[in-house]
């Protein structure tokens, strides 16, 4: 038993006079005593990395409506941070180890990383997502643009001659009721018009003309009978006093246009359920990529269309309006662009009738790249 007591003796003697290193291990650090050379530390665990306000997590979303945003964070590490990097960019540590960066955002998704070295090599890396969706903002001059609209429904005529149809004024009666309801229309600025005969539609044309100003937006919805003149390239609307045999009263496409250019509106949206001159349309079934954003939309002047079709004749049980009026009832976004709302029912109508439903901007009266927005209440 002595004998093993002295053996154990010797050899730590030896290793105390020898110089062999011994390592003892505490917390973060492994720090190895030897008695040749001087004390030294070896760290080989990575600083920590948190971001503090906005709260932010790894694999998660920030959702925001600012273009840019102010990041605070903190980095800690026992052995002291030696270099810090923000989306590349070198930062600076104040006394506790935080930092502040002003981070300038794209529409979408934005990543920014944080990268943190200690003094050992050590480093860690965070990433973490923020999505930009800038909120609309409507700039007016005065700040009061408001919505109106002229909804107009042909049921009856006057001309045996012409087929009286069922739908046409349920279908404006509920487009009614739903921009009332759901949407940022006012009663007083809507004008309802039931088997319109073309004086009717003229005075109401005027009296928009008269009243709306260039920060206030214009919807006009017809359903009712309507005739392309192929071999003159001419449509038109044909009101309740129209007669076979005499284009008198005969709203053509050419007079909604003039129209079109003398109500100085912001935005104009024009919805017929009819067959409507090809020409007006500066182009066809057209898609934008809808990048921009909404309030650019806005701000932009707009002369919009979207029809139900080439078709000479309306049918009386309109798929087009059937899904538009869907649409806009079960719409759930704050902000509808138009080109949004008939991208939501084109395969539908195509789906569920021959008809094939047109949109574009309107030929000549002033549109410049805008779009009209329905705003829910």
């Known amino acids: 038993m002595q004998f093993k007591l002295n053996f154990i003796f010797l050899v730590l003697l030896s290793i105390a006079f020898n110089g062999i290193s011994q390592a003892i291990h505490s917390g973060k650090s492994s720090i190895f005593v030897d008695t040749k050379k001087e004390e030294r530390i070896v760290d080989n665990i990575p600083p920590t990395i948190s971001v503090l306000s906005p709260i932010l997590k790894e694999g998660e979303v920030l959702f925001v409506k600012e273009n840019e945003i102010t990041i605070l964070g903190q980095v800690n590490d026992e052995?002291?941070?030696?270099?810090?990097?923000?989306?590349?960019?070198?930062?600076?540590?104040?006394?506790?180890?935080?930092?502040?960066?002003?981070?300038?955002?794209?529409?979408?998704d934005n990543e920014f990383i944080v990268i943190a070295m200690d003094g050992f090599g050590n480093y860690s890396e965070a990433k973490f997502r923020i999505n930009y969706t800038p909120e609309i903002i409507f700039r007016t001059l005065n700040g009061k643009g408001e919505y109106y609209a002229l909804l107009i429904g042909i049921d009856e005529y006057e001309d045996p001659a012409i087929q009286n149809l069922d739908n046409p004024i349920k279908d404006a009666s509920k487009l009614y009721e739903i921009l009332v309801s759901q949407y940022t229309f006012e009663n007083e600025n809507i004008i309802l018009l039931k088997n319109a005969r073309i004086e009717d539609i003229i005075n109401a044309l005027d009296e928009l003309a008269i009243k709306l100003t260039s920060d206030d937006n214009l919807l006009i919805f017809y359903a009712g009978h309507g005739w392309w003149d192929e071999k003159a390239n001419i449509g038109y609307w044909l009101p309740s006093d129209a007669q076979q045999i005499s284009k008198a009263a005969w709203f053509r496409n050419s007079t909604l246009c003039d129209y079109l250019k003398e109500i100085n509106s912001k935005h104009t949206l024009l919805i017929a359920d009819a067959c409507f001159s090809g020409s007006i349309f500066k182009s066809r079934t057209v898609f934008l990529d809808a990048t921009k954003a909404i309030n650019m939309l806005y701000e932009l002047p707009s002369r919009k269309a979207m029809t139900s079709g080439t078709l000479t004749e309306v049918?009386?049980?309109?798929?087009?309006?059937?899904?538009?009026?869907?649409?806009?009832?079960?719409?759930?976004?704050?902000?509808?662009?138009?080109?949004?709302?008939?991208?939501?029912?084109?395969?539908?109508?195509?789906?569920?009738?021959?008809?094939?439903?047109?949109?574009?901007?309107?030929?000549?009266?002033?549109?410049?790249?805008?779009?009209?927005?329905?705003i829910k209440k």
């Open 315 to 374: 049918p009386d049980r309109s798929s087009f309006v059937k899904y538009l009026l869907e649409r806009l009832s079960a719409n759930p976004e704050k902000y509808l662009t138009s080109e949004q709302l008939f991208s939501s029912f084109r395969m539908a109508v195509i789906n569920n009738s021959d008809a094939i439903p047109q949109y574009g901007e309107i030929y000549d009266v002033g549109d410049q790249g805008g779009d009209f927005i329905f």
């Open 79 to 108: 052995s002291g941070i030696k270099t810090l990097f923000i989306n590349a960019e070198p930062k600076t540590l104040n006394e506790n180890n935080a930092f502040v960066s002003e981070i300038k955002l794209n529409e979408g």
